[in-house]
C-alpha cells in the first residue's frame, strides 16, 4: 500500500492582492513544517501546467473583489474551470477539495457558490468584526489544517478500501482509526470533531468506495479469465497482456505487477483444473455402456455436466466435439496396446520358439500399427480442426444496436463527462471502427422488443454507423447507443 507522501496545495490569487498573500504566508508556517507543499500562483503566471492540476491535493481560491471573476482573458478563464474540473475526475478516488477563502467583502461568482468557504463565519478576512487581523488569518490556517486532515483520512479508507478489496486485509480497525485522528485535532489545537461525524464519514464514503473498488477488481478479474480462456482454446500459453482499460482499472486498485501476475496464475490453475476435469468427465461418459435403464440416467447426467463445464470455458460445440473425438481415440488405442500386451504375455508364457517369434512379430506389427494410427488420428484431426476453422471463418456482415457509453452533465460546473465502452477511449467517431473493452457487450436488433443478436467478447471489432444519444436527466448519467457494424460468424442469425 502506498502511502501519501506530499500533499500539494495549490493557492491562486490576483496580482493586486499580493498584501493578503504575504499576510497569510507568516501563518502558514506550521503547514510548511509539517511537510506540507505549498504552491503560490498568480493569474499572470506562467508555472502553471494545468495538465498537472489533477496532481494536487487541495485548491485555494484566494476570493477578492480582483479574483476570481471570467474576464477577457481567456487564461483567467482556463485556470478556473481547469480547478473547478478536478472535483469531476473519474480516475481520482479521493476528489480534490476546492475551498474559497473569503479575504474581502465582494460579490461571490455563481460558480463558486457551492464551494467549501472559510472562515467559516462568514466574515472575510478584512472584516473589522475580527479583533486583529493576524486572529483572521489565524483563523483561515486552523480551518484548512481541518480540512487537510480529513482528506488524509479519506486517503487512508480509500487505501483501506484498495486493500480489502484486492483481498490484501480482511479487516480494519475502525475505531482506531478515528481516535488517531482525533489525537491529531488535539495536538494541533483544533475544534474536537464529533465522533459520530467521523463515523459518517467511514460508513458512507469507505463503504461507498469499497463497494466500487470491489466491483472493479471483479471487472479486472472476469476480463483476464476471458482472455486466458480464450488463449487456452487457441491452444496459446502467452500471458493476458493489460489494455488501456484493464492498466486503468490496475492502476485505480493500485495492483502491483506482482499482483497482477498472481491474479493470472491463480486465474490458469482454476482453469487449467476445469479442463482436467471435464476430460474426466468425458472419460466416464465414454466409459458407460449402452443408453438403458440405469446406465441412460447416468449417461445423461454427465452429459449435463460436460456441457455446463464446457460453457463456463467458453467452448463452443465444434471445440467440445473435437475433445471428445481426440478423448474416444486415446481410448481406443489405449484398449487396443492392452489387448495386445495381454495376448504377448499368454504367447511368452508358452515357452516353445514358435510361440516366441508370433510374439516378437506381433510387437513389431502393433508398433508399426499404432505408429500409422497416430498419424492418422493427427491427421484427422488436423482436417476437422480446420474444417471447423473455415466453417468459424465464414462470416457475415451484421448491424444492430450497442450501448457505447455514458454521459454525464455536472450542472453545477456545465462540465460533460463521457465513460467509453470501446477502445480507443475518445468520444467515438462515425465510419470509425473499435475495440470493445468490457467482458460482454449485447449486440441488439434495430426494434422496440431489441432482441439480443450477439453478446460481443472483449476486443470485437465494431464500425460506427450512427450515434443515438438519449440525453442525462438532472444529476443521472444518460445511457449513448450506437448502431453499428460488425462481422459475426456466418450461423449467427
Known sequence: ????????????????????????????????????????????SNNINIEEFENLNIICIMGTANFPKYSNSNWDSKLIEAALGCQNLDHKLVKTPIIYIYLDYHTIPRQFNSLERIPRNGQPVSSKTWSRRSQAYYTVVCELRKEIYLLEYKIKMTQLAQDKACYRIVNMNVDAEISLLKSKFNEANLPDLDHSELQIIYEQYYHQILKNLEQKYTELVDTLDLCIKYNKRKGSQLKPSLSSEMQKLKNLLNLSEDEVDDIIKSLNQTIDNKYSHLHKLIENYCSVPQEQGDNFSEKSRLKAEINNLAQSLCLSKEE???IVNRIKIDREISDLFSQAFDLITWLFSQENIVSLLFGLVLIIALSSLSQSQQTATQTSLDKSSETSHAHLSETKLVEGIITIGWEDINY??????????????????IGQEYNVNIPQLALKQESDQEEIIEILPFGTKVKILEIREYQPKYDHPGEVKAKVSVQLPATTK
Open 1 to 44: 500500500m502506498n502511502n501519501l507522501t506530499i500533499v500539494k496545495i495549490l493557492f491562486l490569487y490576483h496580482t493586486k492582492d499580493e498584501k493578503f498573500i504575504k499576510e497569510l504566508d507568516r501563518q502558514l508556517d506550521s503547514l510548511r513544517s509539517d511537510d506540507y507543499d505549498l504552491i503560490f500562483e498568480h493569474e499572470q
Open 320 to 322: 467440445l466435439t473435437r
Open 412 to 429: 453545477n460546473t456545465f462540465q460533460n463527462t463521457f465513460k467509453s465502452h470501446l477502445s480507443p477511449e475518445s468520444r467515438p467517431v
